[in-house]
C-alpha cells in the first residue's frame, strides 16, 4: 500500500502562483510514476503532469511551460509548481502513484484561481 499526502493548495488572483506538494509514505518501492490530476466540476479527471523514477517529467499541454513538476527523493516528496494561473486551472487536485499493480490516489486538495 501506498499512502499520499497533499499539501497547498488554495485560491490566487489569476497570473498567481501556487506550489503544492505530494509526499508518499509506505511501500514506495516499484513505484513507477508519480503525477498530479485535475478534476474541475462535471468534468474527467485529467493528467496535469508527472514525473517517472529517472526523474523525467511529463506534461499535459495546458500545464506545459507554466507548471514544473519536481521530486526530493529524500523526503518523498514531488512538488509541482503552478505558475501564471488561469481560471481554466480552477479543480481539485490529485496526487497518484502508480506501480504494477495498483493506482493510488491522495484525498484531493482545491485551487481556486478567480479575481
Known amino acids: 500500500q501506498v499512502q499520499l499526502v497533499e499539501s497547498g493548495g488554495g485560491s490566487v488572483q489569476p497570473g498567481g502562483s501556487l506550489r503544492l506538494s505530494c509526499t508518499a509514505s509506505g511501500t514506495i518501492f516499484g513505484i513507477y510514476t508519480i503525477g498530479w490530476y485535475h478534476q474541475a466540476p462535471g468534468k474527467q479527471r485529467e493528467l496535469v503532469a508527472l514525473?517517472?523514477?529517472?526523474?523525467?517529467?511529463g506534461y499535459a499541454d495546458s500545464a506545459r511551460g507554466r507548471f514544473t513538476i519536481s521530486a526530493d527523493n529524500a523526503k518523498n516528496t514531488v512538488s509541482l509548481q503552478m505558475n501564471s494561473l488561469k481560471p481554466d486551472d480552477t479543480a481539485v487536485y490529485y496526487c497518484?502513484?502508480?506501480?504494477?499493480?495498483?493506482?493510488?490516489w491522495g484525498q484531493g486538495t482545491q485551487v481556486t484561481v478567480s479575481s
Open positions: 497518484n502513484a502508480r506501480n504494477s499493480v495498483a493506482d493510488y
Open positions: 514525473i517517472n523514477r529517472l526523474g523525467a517529467p
